[in-house]
């Protein structure tokens, strides 16, 4: 193709298909490490207080060599550069809460056994701790004239009446009584005095009505079969009962009692009241299939009525922030594509108005008392996570955090949004982005399937840490394709749910057709291609290697292998009957013709299994299974198993174990360039 038709056709917005895609960079000229990904903080729960006056957010780190990533809760000034760390660098700190009138912040910090309550005098600088270790506290919030708090708590169960005499107290007896997490009151005149408001069922998030009288609640039915195990399924009768399903309640501080206020075959979340204390507001979720389902903001009189709906948010799955000053709106964030968007639903039904510019990713969001500031988490692909904060009538993020500064000195490089039509004409979406640095011919292609299924790709900064080095792919020649296959959040309800009853179908075809794209268009080399993905991208990536030889190698990360047996292990036992229309027992043959285990014998790809030995969402098995039949094949195959940890791997040490193996196996077998030397942090032949 001539260069004069290359510039006519990018005039026309074509220049895409004209050669492959030209990294943009940004920040320094530093490349990214395994050890610089393990110095990046993350931040979470920006809150601000009431008169904007001051923030506090958690930073999250990792920690020692072995140990847990450490959270500290840091308090800026706005008058003022920079902030300041409140609680101790040793102990994990979090749920930063501003008093109404912002003279104290209350905060959870970890103990010996369970999250305590404390409380700081923002102008003394003293902290006193409330809670007496007895209960977990779970959550917590002021009360509107500042003087209790209420907070959610568990305390250990006590033997129950059906316990056989001499048995094992530690033994823990699945779906027996007690652990609930209570609603309990305290005064702050009176440290470690907890007044119990709920304790015989589950209390998740509340809230006070403007007034303190009442407190709003999510809360399960304390009669309904534990954890979704109760069903009546494909044979006959209703779908699987959903373990996510949960209805409002509210309860009088003055004279006790739990009146239900919104219950239905949907599920209810996130209850807030309107500053007038007359509505309340909440999601409700179709069930059953809350993992895929539609959600919508709803409002209802406090004292009871009938509920109605507000308009549809574009992605139908909303986080309700809270109520606009006015009360004649509500705020909510959700997923929108490969990024994150608020906005305004107004109360009369209207449609949605977008808050944000979408320059940013808001990773986070919350609402200030008063609803007037908003407390956000930035991210971009050139912007490591930030604290940011803004006015909810007008949208300009300020900085209030620098904690990621060192990371301006390191190179990244700008993704393209790329679209295609999949087999069977719909068109996907997702991230390409190609090497850092000049590439000679089409660049080796990692492939990274997310999890979920309904989570997404989405412009994220590339140093953020992950089980897979994508920032340090990227720094050694790979370009990375993130698709959001069918399945994933961002794109409505309807594209959630295409994958159901067909795992390993349009999802499977949706990623090789954009596979082929790329390739057609001279980015990607289809000789040097490598797939990877944690939970059900594991699936996936394991799904793909016994349907196509195109991948050169494959890293499998908490994967998911065999439906039949994951369907009756795993600690959510309505997940997989949701997704595949049934239990193991009614559904064992379909169910087993969509595990990536039936394909063994067709598995040619050396494939790294990773995953952690206390996995309860995915257990362990599921990568012995799969890796058990490749070895006995004498397919090149291995099998990491992280101690201590379940579904995430979270400390240091074995993180950076992860990271380095995922980049040392593709530097194995998809080479970056023909004569590449492997990284100097890797193992020759990692066992």
Aim: hydrophobic share 40%; net charge negative.
């Amino acid at each position: 193709m001539s260069q004069r038709l290359c510039v006519v056709l990018a005039l026309l917005g074509f220049l895409a298909f004209c050669s492959p895609a030209v990294s943009v960079m940004a920040g320094g000229d530093k490349p990214f490490t395994i050890e610089a990904m393990l110095r990046l903080a993350s931040i979470d729960d920006v809150r601000v207080a009431a008169d904007g006056k001051r923030v506090a957010f958690v930073v999250t780190r990792m920690s020692d060599q072995a140990g847990e990533p450490v959270s500290r809760i840091v308090l800026t000034d706005m008058a003022r550069e920079g902030g300041r760390p409140v609680t101790p660098a040793t102990t994990s700190c979090d749920h930063p809460r501003f008093s109404p009138d912002g003279k104290w912040l209350a905060y959870l910090c970890q103990g010996d056994n369970a999250s305590e309550l404390h409380l700081l005098q923002l102008a003394a600088g003293q902290s006193r701790r409330l809670s007496d270790g007895r209960a977990d506290i779970l959550d917590l919030a002021f009360s509107p004239d500042g003087k209790k708090l209420a907070v959610t708590a568990t305390t250990s169960p006590k033997a129950g009446p059906n316990r056989p005499e001499g048995c094992d107290g530690d033994v823990e007896v699945l779906d027996s009584p007690g652990g609930l997490a209570g609603l309990y009151l305290l005064t702050l005149s009176q440290p470690g005095v907890m007044r119990q408001l709920v304790a015989d069922r589950d209390v998740g998030a509340f809230a006070f009505s403007p007034d303190g009288r009442r407190i709003v609640f999510e809360t399960a039915n304390p009669h309904a079969p534990p954890r979704g195990r109760a069903h009546n399924g494909a044979a006959g009768g209703t779908a699987p009962v959903d373990a996510g399903h949960a209805d409002i309640a509210v309860v009088d501080l003055d004279k006790g009692g739990v009146k239900l206020v919104a219950a239905s075959d949907a599920s209810e979340n996130m209850p807030t009241v309107s500053p007038d204390g007359r509505l309340l507001a909440y999601v409700a979720t179709a069930a059953p299939g809350f993992y895929y389902n539609a959600g919508r903001v709803m409002v209802v009189p406090l004292t009871g009525g009938e509920s109605r709906p507000l308009a549809p948010t574009p992605d139908a799955r909303p986080e309700l922030l809270g109520w606009a000053e006015d009360g004649q709106s509500l705020l909510v964030r959700e997923a929108d594509g490969v990024g994150a968007a608020l906005y305004a639903l107004p109360l009369d039904g209207q449609p949605t108005t977008r808050l944000d510019d979408g320059r940013r990713i808001p990773l986070q969001a919350s609402l200030s008392l008063g609803s007037r500031h908003l407390g956000l988490a930035l991210t971009d692909w050139d912007l490591p996570p930030e604290a940011f904060v803004t006015s909810v009538e007008r949208y300009e993020p300020k900085a209030v955090s620098a904690v990621n500064r060192e990371f301006a000195a390191y190179q990244t490089v700008k993704p393209e949004i790329v679209r295609w039509k999949s087999a069977d004409g719909t068109m996907i979406e997702g991230l390409y982005t190609p090497p850092a640095g000049p590439v000679v011919g089409a660049p080796p292609l990692l492939v990274e399937l997310h999890g979920g299924p309904a989570q997404a790709a989405q412009r994220l900064y590339p140093g953020l840490l992950n089980s897979y080095p994508l920032a340090v792919f990227s720094a050694h020649g790979y370009a990375l394709f993130q698709p959001n296959v069918r399945g994933s959040d961002g794109y409505g309800p309807a594209f959630r749910r295409a994958i159901v009853n067909d795992w390993g179908g349009v999802d499977f075809a949706d990623l090789m057709s954009g596979l082929d794209a790329l390739i057609a268009k001279g980015q990607a080399d289809p000789q040097r291609l490598g797939v990877m993905g944690w939970s059900y991208g594991g699936y996936l990536a394991a799904w793909a290697i016994g349907h196509t030889d195109r991948f050169k190698a494959a890293s499998i990360g908490g994967g998911i292998t065999n439906l039949v047996s994951q369907c009756g292990s795993m600690d959510l036992p309505d997940f997989m009957p949701l997704y595949m229309g049934g239990e193991a027992y009614e559904r064992f043959d379909f169910l087993f013709d969509r595990s990536p285990l039936k394909y063994a014998a067709a598995i040619q790809t050396p494939t790294l299994f990773q995953h952690g030995v206390a996995d309860e969402r995915v257990p362990f098995t599921q990568a012995l299974e799969l890796y058990t039949a490749l070895s006995r094949r004498g397919v090149t195959t291995r099998l990491a198993a992280y101690p201590r940890s379940g579904h995430d791997i979270t400390e240091t040490g074995l993180l950076r174990d992860l990271m380095v193996r995922n980049l040392d196996w593709f530097a194995r077998f998809v080479p970056a360039t023909a004569t590449q030397s492997r990284p100097a942090m890797a193992k020759a032949d990692p066992s």
